[in-house]
């Protein structure tokens, strides 16, 4: 039976949720001198920052992975390879996320929903990009490059361009800045001959990971008279106190009571750097999402888009992230390989973030928007894709 769960993602320390790039890479094979640079110039950097969320592929790995390693009698915790392919395919599917435009089959494992941030157990609201700004469509007009329509150019009240558009969350109905959540750790390193141990010419990097800032949150402090008596306005000066952040996101799965009694506490890996979570697994519905309609879509997680998809927008305030998924099929292999052809990577795209907004004439263009999002499918299923309408 399908039963909905929170899932919440607890760091034991600092995390790194990689993309594309990574640092130089060299093989012992004196005669993959070549494949090598070709691969460094595509995927290698001085500077590797991590993503602030791990991509849905990456949670839906952990999960499969999850089931597949806690069943004796599939996984050999002591090889860690498996055992029983047949079995384990029936667990969690035999290929992870294809990007085929249709749903994939991966079993207990029904469908994702999209990643957020939780404080102390409560959902924090991210913001969308146009939530300080006024957006009017006035008599301004213009032409559109791609088909010479002519278009009405909106006016910003509020925003400039030297501030650029700030990544705000809303909790307890104050403000937070990115920054006040996510705090940097630097590391440096230096990368050295595999067979020698010798430094490399331009061998120095810097690798930034993130930790939670679980130590201090700001928030409003209220105001008193002389009386001591609480002021209606509330205003005041910030102080600090501690709290607890988490990621969250809900899961439909087949699991029994035993199954989700042995997963929760758990330890799990996700993302690079053996990054380590506490998993938390509960049986929860869902909050009821009252549906609305208008003329403002805004993406709740991050979304894939083609050109074809965006012919109706108006307007839109956007940002992007890069996306790449490994392509990997369950069978006895221990490690993976950007090189290995046999376990590739998807083509690299780029996803609209979440908080981007969507601007349409009328309730009807925005509708038709909205079921382009759910027709990829694939993207759909495991948390991608997804929007509130205003």
């Given amino acids: 039976m399908t039963n909905t769960y929170l899932i919440t993602l607890t760091p034991t320390g600092k995390f790194f949720f990689g993309g594309d790039m990574t640092f130089e890479v060299r093989s012992k094979d004196k005669n993959k001198e070549k494949e090598d640079k070709e691969f460094n110039s595509k995927f290698s950097s001085y500077i590797i920052r991590s993503n602030k969320f791990p ?23 002591g090889t860690q390879s498996i055992i029983n392919r047949t079995s384990a395919e029936n667990m969690i599917g035999k290929k992870s996320f294809e990007n085929s435009n249709k749903e994939g089959d991966f079993k207990k494992i029904k469908k994702l929903h999209h990643c957020f941030l939780q404080k102390d157990g409560k959902p924090i609201r991210y913001l969308e990009r146009d939530y300080k700004y006024t957006v009017e469509f006035g008599d301004i007009k213009g032409r559109s490059l791609k088909s010479s329509n002519e278009l009405t150019i909106p006016t910003i009240e509020g925003y400039d361009p030297k501030d650029g558009i700030a990544s705000l969350y809303l909790i307890e109905g104050v403000e937070i800045p990115e920054s006040d959540i996510f705090v940097e750790d630097i590391s440096n390193g230096i990368n050295r001959d595999i067979e ?16 939670f800032n679980t130590k201090l949150y700001r928030y409003k402090k209220p105001s008193y008279d002389k009386d001591r008596k609480r002021t209606k306005d509330g205003s005041g000066n910030y102080e600090f106190t501690s709290c607890q952040y988490s990621f969250a996101f809900y899961a439909e799965m087949d699991l029994t009571d035993e199954e989700v009694k042995k997963y929760n506490g758990q330890l799990v890996s996700v993302g690079g750097d053996n990054s380590q979570f506490v998993i938390g697994i509960e049986q929860k519905k869902i909050p009821p999402m009252e549906e609305t309609k208008g003329t403002k879509v805004v993406l709740e997680s991050p979304a894939y888009l083609t050109k074809e998809d965006l012919e109706n927008v108006r307007f839109a305030i956007t940002d992007t992230i890069p996306f790449k998924c490994m392509k990997t099929e369950t069978k006895d292999v221990k490690s993976y390989d950007k090189r290995n052809q046999m376990y590739g990577y998807s083509e690299s795209l ?35 894709n997804h929007y509130q309408v205003k």
């Fill in 55 to 77: 991509q849905q592929t990456s949670l839906l790995g952990m999960l499969r992975f999850l089931i597949l390693r806690n069943n004796k009698e599939v996984f050999d915790a």
């Fill in 196 to 211: 020698t141990g010798k430094t490399d010419d331009n061998a120095l990097f810097k690798q930034i990971c993130y930790r």
């Fill in 350 to 384: 780029s996803l609209y973030d979440k908080g981007s907004v969507f601007y349409f004439r009328d309730e009807n263009e925005a509708k038709k928007f909205t079921d382009k999002l759910k027709d990829h499918a694939d993207f759909y299923q495991i948390g991608y």
